[in-house]
């Protein structure tokens, strides 16, 4: 595979348009222009593929792809105007602005923002998004990670039911609008993460099926047939994913892509797709000059998707810690009931600090098995951690956010647990103020049937949990709506929250050893009758020596300064009347003072980090 230009769909080069399409089964393949109704065939190639050259095409014409005499929409088509059942459109990416001066940031400074595009701002499009960059910057982010904007059917959507993976969601402005953001994030200095889906499409509009074999019966997954990455014809397949990859990186700009449930993808392959993706992903890299990441969403926790392919690993960059989620979420108080039921709280989110993977072979009631293995000698930045995001919020059946499950004092405590930890942090749209509106799940499929199937499964899946109410109707207006997010937030309460995480956010990057990269460099504590942590990291160069503790508990607590360890500064302290708190914590005055104490004051439900040296 040639990773250095679009070797599918309708590409624009030069003065001539090239059409190329994989369907390996037709008998005649042929382009039909909309506006002309003309039919021009396309050449049978190698594999299944069909070609041909064009050049009285202008970017703008919409066209159709004739199957057999079966008239469809291009499968890797750039932009779909009317919709998912609706003609594609020429699309030439090669005159929209690139941003050819930007070398991207290292993965472990990587600082990251979720959002999704359609309830991040009023307009709910790529131009809504630009109006708040500055607004990110300042709070300190250095990434953002957009959640899926492959075309889906209707106008509002999550972003993983897409079904045209390489088209730009229209409603959001189109592959050139999305582009020019990812030009202004770079001139601004941010990263570019874009949430992929590779594991399944979506069940309205899904075409795929008419061109080649793109499923296959052999392996179920959560959404049906799963995608055939290793059955027979597979390699069509795995081309047409490696090039919507190599396009995001190349011909949009993006720097990372998070690629969805990963462990969906089922590829029994000598070379696994990961692995083929990771290495088209490293020769890109090289002929570019500049790194480009793959972040696995993934629950196995299994280090071989984290692992080199030098060492028969899959070659992920980094992938999501769920279960650093779930071990803080109990810490906190959420109900152990579902797949929150196998964490204990405060030991797993000691172990989830120290392994990253909470289960790492031990027995797992909710799995009813022996899971995972540790992932020992992988460093940090290849975990992501967080205490909100899209599916923990927008899962639950009211879609609550933290601000309205917690108390104000808990909510800065697991903020801080998060931007202190020493994996890649991410903050979820809206919590860096408390937002109360909810994320919800909805949707705005066509298919009246679909809607029901939808409808009565969410309804299914409350019932399982025992959930009092109604869940949301999905497909209704109001449960979009009420999901945007609401910037005007002038509450004190708020804006304090607004100045605690750009403290915190700006600690992080000050001080390097609340980013250490590798684990075995610090000594943590637990006391778990108290609900706390205590944490002590250091750093050879510069020498840094930094003590945080974490009191979860509803009361004051005195924990026992590490022997050895006094502390010189405050450097925050989240119960500070600055940020609203109840009071102060004291700080011993004098090496003296500490050496008679040898213990630190806490207060309830409080983070506070120090500055520390050896006596």
Known sequence: MNVGYRNIGLTFLDDYWMLRVWAPGAARVELKLE????????????HGYWELEVSTLVAGDKYWIVIDGKVLPDPASLSQPDGVHGPSQATDLSGSHTENHWQNIPLRKYIIYELHTGTFSDSGDFKGIAGKLDHLISLGITAIELMPVAAFAGNKNWGYDGVFPFAVHTAYGGALELKELIG??????LAVILDVVYNHLGPEGNYLPEFGPYFTSKYQTPWGNAVNFDDRAAHGVRTYFLENAMMWFRDFGVDALRLDAVHAIKDFSATHFLQELSACTELLSKQIGRPFYLIAECDLNDPRYISSVEEN?????????????????????????????????????????KDAYVYTGMYSAERDNFFGRSAAGHPSTQFVVFSQNHDQVGNRMLGERSSVLYSFEMQKLMAATVLSSPFLPMLFMGEEWGETNPFLYFIDHTDPELVELVRKGRK??????????????????????????????????????????KQLIAMRKQHQAF???????????????????????????????????????GTFQELPLP???AVSELLIDSSDPRWLGPWATSVPKSEQNQRQSASLHVNPESFTAYSAYYV
């Open 35 to 46: 506006a002309s109704a003309e039919l021009l065939d396309l050449k049978p190639k190698d």
């Open 184 to 189: 202004l994030c770079h001139r601004k200095g």
């Open 313 to 353: 690993g899959l070659g992920m960059h980094s992938q999501w810690v769920d279960e650093f989620h779930h071990a803080l979420r109990v810490t906190a108080g959420e109900p152990k009931s579902g797949y929150y039921s196998d964490f204990s709280g405060i030991m797993h989110l000691a172990k989830s600090f």
């Open 460 to 501: 299914e899946e409350f019932a399982a949990y025992h959930s009092s109410g109604e869940a949301p109707d999905p497909k209704a207006e109001d449960t979009f709506l009420c999901s945007k997010l609401n910037w005007r937030h002038h509450a004190v309460q708020q804006q304090a929250m607004l100045e605690y995480y």
């Open 515 to 553: 980013h250490s990269t590798d684990r075995a460099e610090y000594r943590l504590e637990v006391f778990e009758a108290q609900n706390c942590l205590m944490l002590l990291r250091e750093t050879a160069e510069p020498n840094q020596l930094l003590l945080s503790l974490m009191n979860f508990s």
């Open 563 to 565: 022997v050895g360890i």
